[in-house]
């Protein structure tokens, strides 16, 4: 299955998807991303533009193949979840992206 997880920022998205998630999942979330490319050992949402850019565009690769694999192996011994975390999927295309 795959799920992406909406809601506003600070309001727990992380931490359910942490609570519910298979230790096979996969879990894409945009903080983690970019405190991973900051090098910071806490989740925060406050890093400069040059790694929101950054993260977004791995985010965006991320997404496109976790769900080409997950496609793939759906019916499979190996099958996995993917968890998309998303504060406000905005952008028109985002949405249609995700939404497939």
């Not at 359910?16 to 925060?44: N, W, Y």
């Not at 793939?72 to 995700?98: G, M, S």
Request: aromatic share 6%; net charge positive; with cysteine.
């Amino acid at each position: 299955m795959i799920t992406v997880v909406t809601g506003h920022i600070c309001s727990g998205k992380t931490t359910f998807v942490r609570q519910h998630r298979k230790p096979s999942d996969v879990v894409i979330d945009m903080d983690d991303i970019a405190s991973t490319l900051c090098g910071m050992e806490e989740q925060r949402h406050d890093y400069p533009d040059h790694v929101r850019q950054i993260a977004r565009f791995a985010r965006g690769a991320a997404i496109k193949k976790a769900v080409e694999i997950h496609h793939q192996r759906r019916h499979n011994h190996d099958a996995f979840d993917v968890w998309i975390v998303c504060a406000y999927p905005t952008d028109a295309d985002e949405r249609a992206r995700l939404r497939h």
